[in-house]
């Protein structure tokens, strides 16, 4: 019977430790998969994944070493049980954290199979050191904002001082950073 796979790969600005962390613990797994976590890690233990509205993954752990994580769905709708996840941790020339994800032994690319992939595809996306991302609780908005009530909000910003992974110590150093629109800070 063929056996089909869904393929990812990231590169993370993040220290090794805390990406391997990300998936190896469960504060870790609760930062990025978007679901309700419960379990142990290490080898030979379940993790649950319940997404809300949706369904419960139990994901064996096979391998947990410094450079592969690798589970197995033990529990799963449709044909996700007795599927196999491997994350591979490298390193890029420039020092990120090059983490490749498979996730194999599917026996079609029909119904979940798609559904899947976009997940995945989503959650590698979160797998993001949380400096990077931040929130500020309780931030007053303008009074004069139609958008707001003029009372206190909650803005998400991210580290402008990182992008296209290149470290800026300003924001004026950022090329091209005059060509956004920035009324806040016009002068």
Same mark, same amino acid.
């Given at each position: 019977? !063929?056996?089909?796979?869904?393929?990812?790969?990231?590169?993370?600005?993040? $220290?090794?430790?805390?990406?391997?962390?990300?998936?190896?613990? @469960?504060?870790? =797994?609760? #930062?990025?998969?978007?679901?309700? /976590?419960?379990?142990?890690?290490? /080898?030979? *233990?379940?993790?649950?994944?319940?997404?809300p509205g949706?369904?419960?993954?139990?994901?064996?752990v096979?391998?947990a $070493?410094?450079?592969?994580?690798?589970?197995?769905?033990? %529990?799963? !709708?449709?044909?996700?049980?007795?599927?196999?996840?491997?994350?591979? =941790?490298?390193?890029?020339? %420039?020092g990120? /954290?090059? @983490?490749? +994800? $498979?996730?194999?032994?599917? &026996?079609?690319?029909?119904g #979940? +199979?798609?559904?899947?992939?976009?997940?995945?595809g989503?959650?590698?996306?979160?797998?993001? !050191?949380s400096?990077?991302?931040? /929130?500020v609780?309780?931030?007053?908005?303008?009074? @004069?904002?139609?958008?707001? $009530?003029? *009372?206190?909000?909650s803005?998400?910003g991210?580290?402008?001082?990182?992008? +296209?992974?290149v470290? +800026?110590?300003?924001?004026?150093?950022v090329?091209?950073?005059?060509?956004f629109?920035? &009324?806040?800070?016009?002068?």
């Amino acid at each position: 019977m !063929p056996s089909h796979s869904l393929r990812h790969a990231v590169n993370i600005s993040a $220290d090794h430790a805390k990406v391997h962390s990300a998936l190896t613990t @469960l504060d870790g =797994l609760k #930062n990025w998969t978007m679901a309700e /976590v419960s379990g142990a890690g290490g /080898v030979g *233990g379940k993790w649950s994944l319940k997404y809300p509205g949706g369904p419960t993954f139990v994901w064996e752990v096979t391998a947990a $070493d410094d450079h592969k994580v690798a589970w197995k769905c033990v %529990q799963g !709708p449709g044909d996700s049980a007795g599927t196999t996840v491997t994350f591979d =941790l490298g390193k890029t020339q %420039q020092g990120r /954290v090059h @983490l490749t +994800f $498979d996730h194999a032994g599917w &026996p079609h690319q029909e119904g #979940n +199979f798609a559904k899947c992939n976009s997940l995945w595809g989503m959650m590698m996306h979160h797998l993001k !050191p949380s400096e990077d991302v931040f /929130v500020v609780d309780r931030t007053a908005t303008a009074p @004069l904002d139609p958008y707001t $009530d003029g *009372g206190y909000s909650s803005s998400v910003g991210i580290d402008a001082t990182q992008p +296209f992974g290149v470290e +800026f110590p300003e924001v004026a150093e950022v090329p091209g950073w005059r060509e956004f629109d920035l &009324p806040e800070i016009a002068n």
